[in-house]
């Protein structure tokens, strides 16, 4: 049996890529009204992320359920949220993709089962991922454990994440710290860790 190589650290492992999960939703489900207030509170800090790293030309990565419509895109589900008015509107209208960004339909909980985001971010050259978006107890920490399983490192921003109440957030964000090792400090305590370079002028 050969023993599996240790991976060396490259420069290329301080490449970025933003996630920014779920936060194009509907919110008609139980809960959904306390989910969709914790998540437009995480809309400045998400915005703030996205500038960043678009000043740097790094990654940044759309990833939402397809909430079993599986002959809908992206585009229909942005369309729904603008015409659902509320909540939904309005942090679809913040949050909107630009040109640059990509995006990835999941079926389930975590952002890499059954979908193409592996291949992506290995086309992209990311080894770093900042998690951002709802819900922190569930597809955040889903897609938090597979992100750890395959070695990247991981940042998950306290006030860039939400979920159905603050309780379930605080016990999220330490199960992740104390299972994951991950940081954890909010957008503007760790300024400037992630994206390590900025676009030349």
Request: proline content about 3%.
């Amino acid at each position: 049996m050969k023993r599996r190589k240790q991976r060396t650290r490259s420069a290329d492992d301080d490449k970025a890529a933003l996630l920014i999960i779920d936060m194009m939703n509907l919110f008609d489900f139980d809960g959904g009204v306390a989910l969709a207030k914790s998540a437009f509170a995480c809309v400045p800090a998400i915005a703030r992320l996205r500038r960043r790293f678009d000043a740097a030309a790094e990654p940044v990565i759309y990833i939402n359920d397809n909430f079993a419509h599986w002959q809908g895109e992206f585009r229909d589900l942005l369309a729904q949220c603008n015409l659902a008015g509320g909540s939904s509107a309005k942090i679809a209208l913040a949050l909107a993709p630009g040109e640059s960004h990509y995006y990835v339909l999941k079926p389930k909980h975590s952002a890499f089962l059954c979908t193409p985001l592996s291949v992506l971010l290995t086309k992209l050259g990311v080894r770093r991922l900042v998690l951002t978006g709802i819900s922190l107890d569930s597809c955040i920490f889903a897609t938090a454990l597979d992100a750890n399983m395959r070695e990247f490192d991981l940042w998950v921003p306290n006030d860039a994440v939400g979920a159905i109440s603050r309780d379930r957030k605080e016990k999220g964000l330490a199960l992740i710290r104390a299972s994951l090792a991950v940081d954890t400090r909010g957008t503007r305590a760790v300024e400037g860790l992630f994206p390590t370079k900025q676009r030349s002028s």
